[in-house]
């Protein structure tokens, strides 16, 4: 092994190559490396770096051939953003960035959810209309986001309370209406008392609570409109199948539990002689309906309400596949015939004739039996007709209910029909879409109930679309969830305003690659979004069914509540503690302190700007994304703010240390250094980070582990002596692929800190590996060196991994199962283990893309044979 004296390198000019410097057009003066380090200078660079930033356009509307749509789920307008939400677009912002220094056209828009009971909560407390509080909203939110300086396209930016955006909304709607999906019922609903408001099944928690306003629901008989989202759940359920298991981390589980197994058929039968209203039953076998001659309800049943003081056979429902009427009775624990309701069902179909507990049951309420023809249809024309009258008919769970989307509220999406008494109900023409909400007069209160407003004013009234009459607008207004399930459709083509979108450019950007949000909106949102993808593919205007490539379903931000017995929480200024114990300050009581989702119900949220304003952007960003893995809910402690910040210190001292020993010569005595096996342990070190780190990115977004693979590499490249850094390429490779694979996390700090690279003298690397004259965003992702040799493991019988050789990288893709098992058996330290069989290579390709090492799977065999 040769010895280099680093004396006689510096005498080598062959070996220093001089490139023109960004010196002279230098954006930060030099003059920061001689500052004191602390919060006040990183944001004094910050702030530099944001106006650079807020200039640099990200998406080109030309490249969409080359797009890559990051979407993080958009938030409510409700006044402040708070730590939680800046987990979640950190998050997304960081994978934006990466996949931009990768070459992608990367799409990362941000809009507004800005219809709901909240503004119309505040409207009310405040006496502002509801469309002053939520643009006031939208105004300090989004400069909140701005002080972050993510990488949205605000040229996109959408509002769903805008006219501009939910006429497609209403569209959309009577899209839907067009194809049979909408229908008016009356039904038992869920009313929030203190919201004032019908709530759907999946928006009552499993005690009968509300997901708003906490508090129990009632029962109560409504008219409402519902969306027959049933008939594409089997669809739903079968495309789960279709989405990358790892990717959707657990979510396709999730949402088939909540679809639930398409083992049925749900009929919606005409009550006698209430012809307006229906019942619905849910079978497993259709040709049940041939041979049925009864319904059963439960006692609590929304039909038992329609029987009054009659006997239940004065109300029947008909059987429309052979014309015959079923009497309904209801069925009470003190009957000793047993009846197996479905799940989640309060409607029994009952067929004596092929039933014996059916049997006995109609004895016992002395039901009189009668043959029933059950040749007349097959299955197949039981569904068409069932289709055809547009009563169901098609495969679903019995637990799975129809969208109910009416909202006895104002500020939503008007509904877009009207009542005629002559016709019915009638779809507003598209040509005339939107109908907006009625604006609020000046001098009237701002009640409760806004909706009354629509029943009140002038609004209302209208004429017939088809008789031209005189005819009543629907007063309710659409759930919001139906605003926010195609809201990433509108983004792709915001301003269109000959339809929702255009379909060439949704075809062409969707579906989304990688979608960042909270778990808790996986059952209802998500549900919602892949229903109306599927729909809008089902009338030809898009290509795809499934509107999300990968999920990234972020855990909450925990912050410390104080609350007493009673459940009521209190503010921080509200409590005093005395020892380990906390108490309220107006009536000293104990409280009880425990760890929730930061919210402004609990006051518990973190303000952003007071965290950026003490501790910095970057280190803020750092921060949300050091410790816990996306995934994972995280507790907020302050405490751990010092870690990051001795981090950045650490790496702020290796660009002045390297700037220090580049601009000046080295005095005193020059010792001998093994420059090749210095270099052989830096490029070990930046080829296996770099592979980690590339490997998170792309597959498991665990930037818990990016960040601590950038923290060893910190350690790593204070190590080497000061004539390695001064005369060593591979050194400053391994430095400049570290500030490239710290930005995406630390945009600002990491381009401050890429000036600084980038300012020193005698450069050694070449203008391949190392774009001088580019800002640090605009760097090209480095690759693993092509040479570079990757190890390859082998799993054998006692599970345990074992190093059996190396591969180049640059043949990575040649090496087979074939090739690892040659390994294993001319390698004399696992002959006594042969003969062998290869069972599995673990993820070829994936390991390929990223360039991790392989892993094979191998087991002790009686006999040698081919590999599988």
């Known amino acids: 092994m040769k010895l280099w004296n680093t004396t006689s390198i510096l005498k080598k000019s062959a070996l220093v190559t001089k490139y023109p410097s960004i010196c002279s057009c230098r954006l930060l003066s030099n003059d920061i490396w001689k500052k004191k380090v602390d919060v006040k200078l990183y944001k004094e660079t910050e702030n530099y770096w944001k106006k650079k930033f807020a200039e640099q356009s990200y998406f080109d509307k030309t490249k969409l051939d080359e797009k890559f749509y990051v979407l993080s789920m958009f938030p409510y307008p409700s006044g402040n953003l708070h730590m939680g939400h800046v987990r979640v677009y950190t998050i997304s912002d960081a994978l934006a960035l990466y996949h931009r220094m990768n070459g992608k056209n990367v799409f990362q828009p941000m809009g507004w959810d800005a219809f709901g009971l909240p503004a119309e909560n505040a409207a009310f407390e405040r ?21 972050f300086s993510f990488s949205f396209d605000w040229d996109h930016e959408i509002n769903t309370s805008d006219p501009e955006y939910y006429r497609w909304t209403q569209y ?92 049925g058929y749900s009929f919606d039968l005409i009550l006698h002689p209430k012809m307006e209203k229906y019942i619905s039953v ?48 209801v069925y009470n624990e003190g009957m000793t015939s047993k009846i197996d309701f479905p799940i989640e069902r309060d409607t029994y179909l009952g067929a004596p004739s092929i039933n014996e507990s059916d049997k006995q049951f109609a004895e016992e309420v002395n039901h009189s039996s009668s043959k029933v023809s059950n040749d007349s249809l097959n299955v197949r024309q039981i569904l068409e007709k069932a289709e055809n009258l547009r009563i169901g008919g098609y ?34 023409p598209l040509e005339d879409l939107p109908v907006t909400l009625p604006p609020i007069p000046k001098d009237r209160q701002i009640n409760k ?95 795809f069914r499934e509107p999300f490539t990968n999920l990234l379903c972020q855990g909450k931000v925990r912050n410390k509540t104080y609350k007493n017995s009673r459940g009521r929480y209190f503010k921080p200024e509200e ?98 250094i093994n420059m090749q096996e210095e270099e052989l342990v830096l490029r070990k070190a930046r080829n296996s980070s770099l592979g980690e780190i590339t490997h998170h990115y792309e597959k498991t977004r665990n930037f818990a582990s990016i960040s601590y693979a950038l923290l060893n590499q910190t350690m790593i490249l204070r190590k080497p002596a000061r004539e390695v850094r001064k005369y060593s390429k591979e050194y400053e490779k391994s430095l400049a692929t570290f500030l490239i694979t710290l930005a995406p996390l630390a945009p600002h700090f990491a381009s401050t800190l890429w000036q600084g690279f980038v300012s020193a003298p005698d450069r050694i690397c070449g203008v391949d590996e190392i774009n001088w004259d580019e800002n640090m965003l605009k760097q090209k992702w480095p690759k693993v060196d092509p040479d570079y040799m990757l190890p390859v493991y082998c799993r054998f019988g006692d599970g345990k991994l074992y190093e059996i050789g190396h591969v180049m990288n640059q043949h990575l893709s040649e090496f087979s199962l074939e090739d690892a098992l040659n390994l294993v058996q001319t390698n004399h330290r696992y002959q006594k283990l042969s003969p062998f069989k290869l069972l599995k290579l673990v993820g070829l390709r994936k390991h390929q893309e ?19």
């Open 127 to 147: 006496q502002i209309a509801p469309n002053v509080w939520t643009k006031q909203n939208i105004e300090h939110m989004k400069k909140q986001l701005r002080e």
């Open 172 to 263: 959309i709607f009577l899209k839907m209406y067009e194809a049979g999906l909408v229908y008016r019922r009356e039904a038992l609903v869920n009313w929030d008392p203190v919201d004032e408001t019908v709530l759907a099944d999946e928006q009552v928690d499993e005690n009968g609570y509300s997901w708003r306003s906490g508090v129990k629901v009632e029962k109560r008989i409504l008219n409402q409109w519902f969306i027959r989202t049933t008939k594409f759940a089997k669809d739903l359920y079968d495309g789960l199948n279709d989405v990358d298991q790892d990717t959707w981390d657990g979510i396709p589980e999730f949402q088939r539990n909540w679809i639930g197994k398409c083992n």
């Open 282 to 329: 849910w079978v497993e076998d259709p040709l049940v309906l041939l041979n049925a001659e009864f319904i059963v309800i439960k006692p609590d049943s929304y039909i038992c309400s329609l029987l009054d003081d009659q006997s239940s056979e004065n109300i029947e429902a008909k059987n429309p596949f052979n014309n015959r009427t079923l009497p309904i009775y």
């Open 395 to 428: 495969p679903v769970s019995s637990k799975l209910k129809d969208w109910l989307i009416s909202r006895q509220r104002y500020w939503g999406t008007p509904i877009p029909l009207i009542q005629c008494p002559k016709c019915g109900p009638q779809p507003v």
């Open 449 to 543: 109930n806004l909706n009354k407003l629509l029943w009140e004013s002038d609004w209302r009234n209208t004429s017939c679309p088809k008789c031209g009459g005189k005819a009543v607008r629907e007063t309710d207004t659409m759930d919001t969830f139906v605003d926010s399930c195609w809201y990433f459709l509108r983004y792709v083509d915001h301003k269109n305003d000959v339809g929702p979108f255009d379909s060439d450019i949704a075809n062409k950007m969707l579906p989304v690659d990688i979608y960042v949000g909270g778990k808790e909106h996986a059952h209802l949102h998500l549900y919602y979004a892949r229903f109306i993808s599927y729909f809008l593919h089902s009338i030809g205007l898009t290509n």
């Open 575 to 672: 409590i005093e503690f005395k020892g380990n114990k906390v108490f309220s300050k107006d009536s000293n009581e104990e409280l009880t302190c425990t760890w929730e989702k930061m919210g402004k119900s609990s006051y518990n949220g973190i303000e952003p700007s007071i965290v950026i304003g003490q501790y910095g952007i970057d280190t803020t960003r750092i921060f949300l994304l050091h410790e816990y893995s996306p995934i994972e809910s995280m507790d907020w402690d302050t405490k751990k703010f010092a870690i990051i910040q001795k981090w950045q210190y650490r790496m702020w001292l290796t660009i002045t240390d390297f700037l220090r020993v580049r601009s000046n010569p080295l005095k005193g005595p020059q010792p001998v």
């Open 850 to 868: 990223y360039n991790a090492t392989l892993h094979f799977d191998i087991i002790k065999s009686e006999k040698r044979t081919d590999y599988e």
